[in-house]
T-cell receptor, first 111, second 114 residues
Framework: GENVEQHPSTLSVQEGDSAVIKCTYSDSASNYFPWYKQELGKRPQLIIDIRSNVGEKKDQRIAVTLNKTAKHFSLHITETQPEDSAVYFCAADSSASKIIFGSGTRLSIRP | GAGVSQSPRYKVAKRGQDVALRCDPISGHVSLFWYQQALGQGPEFLTYFQNEAQLDKSGLPSDRFFAERPEGSVSTLKIQRTQQEDSAVYLC????????????FGQGTRLTVV
């Protein structure tokens, strides 16, 4: 069945440094790859997404890259700030239109 | 309302009790998803509706789980004869189109089975 793998499960970076989270997916028909941020006790919220017709998308300090051939996509956060601390989930849609999530990365920003 | 609304926010059920969880999606959204999120885990897909049609229920863990969306808007997830392993946060999400668009999540219902 469809599967999304996410690494690492935890990540600690110094404030101001960059953070990278990587995901792989199994369904070659996937065309939409969103990233969600979830703060403790709150709902997941979309921070950026990318479609299969582009290889990279950037929004201020956040960027996502996609390699469809290798079925890899990554989230890059530059100049990290304390408010970036949260759990991040990658996801991929499937040929059946459902969205499958990775297991999450707990990002901690050290002051 | 402006967003996806779920009720109740918290539910404590005795083992064996039936529960019903409600989701009010964003008005006009075609797609509706239910997910189960255990502590420290990612959302696990349960079921998907396109309008009133349940197109995928492959994630429902057992026949004790049942979901419906009879008029293509409000959805209810029902769990019969609850077990301790059903304890989790149940998230509902909706999106405006069939696929490839942002899914907006509700606050979730935290179910605790004692």
């Amino acid at each position: 069945g469809e599967n999304v793998e996410q690494h690492p499960s935890t990540l600690s970076v110094q404030e101001g440094d960059s953070a990278v989270i990587k995901c792989t997916y199994s369904d070659s028909a996937s065309n939409y790859f969103p990233w969600y941020k979830q703060e403790l006790g709150k709902r997941p919220q979309l921070i950026i997404d990318i479609r299969s017709n582009v290889g990279e998308k950037k929004d201020q300090r956040i960027a996502v890259t996609l390699n469809k051939t290798a079925k890899h996509f990554s989230l890059h956060i530059t100049e990290t700030q304390p408010e970036d601390s949260a759990v991040y989930f990658c996801a991929a849609d499937s040929s059946a239109s459902k969205i499958i999530f990775g297991s999450g990365t707990r990002l901690s920003i050290r002051p | 309302g402006a967003g996806v609304s779920q009720s109740p926010r918290y539910k404590v059920a005795k083992r064996g009790q039936d529960v019903a969880l409600r989701c009010d999606p964003i008005s006009g959204h075609v797609s509706l998803f239910w997910y189960q999120q255990a502590l420290g885990q990612g959302p696990e897909f349960l079921t998907y509706f396109q309008n009133e049609a349940q197109l995928d229920k492959s994630g429902l863990p057992s026949d004790r789980f049942f979901a419906e969306r009879p008029e293509g808007s409000v959805s209810t997830l029902k769990i019969q004869r609850t077990q301790q392993e059903d304890s989790a946060v149940y998230l509902c999400a909706s999106s405006v189109e069939r696929g490839g668009t942002e899914a907006f999540f509700g606050q979730g219902t935290r179910l605790t089975v004692v």
